[in-house]
């Protein structure tokens, strides 16, 4: 009745931990969270009030499946000024968050049984796209002591005949390390092709991040409005990719979702237009770094031994096995003792389970609170 394809799906553990968590707040419990990867800033009203507007005016139609072309234009407008690429606007696809265009560009590209490498650890959801679209995931380790940063012999060793792509994130998930652009311009020299999750770019602090389409057109570049504009439960994402896959991408675009929301779509060209060009944005950037450090000294002190700072993303990705070597079990006794929710370490692969994953995305206070309370638990 079930395929084997769900069944082996693993789950998503972070899911778990956010789900009992509601469950204790629900109870009365006062939680702190650190699981979720969620901005707390609300999504600027001047994108709220777009959405607003078009909505008023009746524009809750589909739309072409590619998306509207003001905000492909504006996509490809804002490449240019932040990375100095010139993409035409048709190359832009948009789609119902960056996930679907993950899925979209792993189904476009993988024949069954076609290998794509992927750092180790990684975000949790990667293998299970992958195994979706029928390829194999190969993973490549990235080790604490080195920053996470991946190292490109080490991908080298890893191409056999099967490999097909490699799959990227700079800043990454979990661990908030950003890939050095002499490294990214090797990578894309490898003959490869290049998939790379840039949902985090703008959330860097104190270095620059790259575009994998400044060093190739190989590649497919994928990015969205949830995680920069605070607009996680808007679905709004998009892709670059070569001329030659349009057609295919949008054809599956068309099958699969039709076209991401008309009046949302809408909201996205104010996003761009108006708030990542005034001031705002550099804001909420600046305010999460003063949260990363606060998070970083934070741990520090409680015994938590932070080899590389993080330069990206809103994550610090930690080694507690000090404590146990059973993230998942530790990361439930902390919620049910201390009332802190973290994401067990195990989410990111088997490498993980020695560690834990604290996101910053919440108030300097509730930093300071969570990290009183899990230093009087874990002594």
Not at 228 to 256: A, D
Request: some cysteine; aromatic content about 10%.
């Amino acid at each position: 009745m079930i395929s084997d394809l769900v069944k082996n799906i693993e789950p998503f553990y972070v899911m778990d931990i956010l789900e009992r968590a509601k469950q204790l707040e629900n109870q009365g419990r006062d939680i702190i969270h650190f699981e979720v990867g969620e901005p707390d800033f609300n999504t600027p009203e001047e994108i709220c009030s777009a959405a607003v507007k078009w909505i008023e005016k009746g524009y809750t139609k589909y739309t072409s499946s590619l998306g509207i072309n003001e905000l492909r234009q504006s996509i490809a407008e804002d490449y240019s000024n932040t990375y100095g690429v010139e993409v035409g606007y048709e190359r832009v696809i948009v789609t119902i968050g960056s996930s679907s265009a993950l899925l979209l560009a792993m189904l476009t590209i993988l024949n069954p049984g076609d290998e794509i490498l992927i750092t180790d650890p990684h975000y949790a959801c990667y293998p299970q796209i992958i195994s979706v679209a029928r390829g194999v995931t190969k993973k490549i380790p990235v080790c604490e002591s080195d920053g996470y940063k991946i190292d490109p012999a080490e991908v080298r060793k890893n191409i056999g005949k099967k490999t097909k792509a490699i799959l990227v994130n700079s800043p990454a998930n979990p661990t908030g390390a950003v890939i050095d652009t002499d490294v990214l311009c090797e990578l894309s020299e490898m003959g490869l092709f290049v998939i790379s999750d840039e949902i985090y770019h703008g959330l860097v602090y104190g270095t620059r991040v790259n575009s994998i389409l400044e060093f190739t057109d190989k590649a497919i570049a994928i990015n969205g409005f949830a995680k920069l504009y605070s607009m996680t439960g808007w679905r709004l994402g998009y892709m670059i990719v070569p001329q030659e896959l349009v057609r295919y991408v949008q054809k599956l675009q068309q099958n699969l979702f039709i076209s991401a929301g008309s009046f949302v779509q809408k909201a996205g060209i104010d996003a761009i237009e108006k708030v990542k060009k005034s001031a705002k944005i550099k804001t909420i950037v600046a305010e999460f770094d003063k949260r990363r450090e606060e998070m970083i000294k934070g741990l520090s002190s409680i015994g938590f031994n932070i080899v590389v700072e993080p330069k990206g993303a809103f994550y610090v990705f930690v080694n507690s096995s000090r404590w146990s070597q059973d993230s998942w079990r530790l990361a439930f006794d902390i919620l049910e003792n201390c009332h802190v929710g973290v994401t067990p370490g195990i989410d990111f692969s088997d490498r993980g389970k020695d560690y834990l994953r604290f996101s910053y995305a919440t108030s300097i206070d509730s930093i300071r609170e969570g990290v009183r309370r899990l230093g009087e638990f874990l002594g």
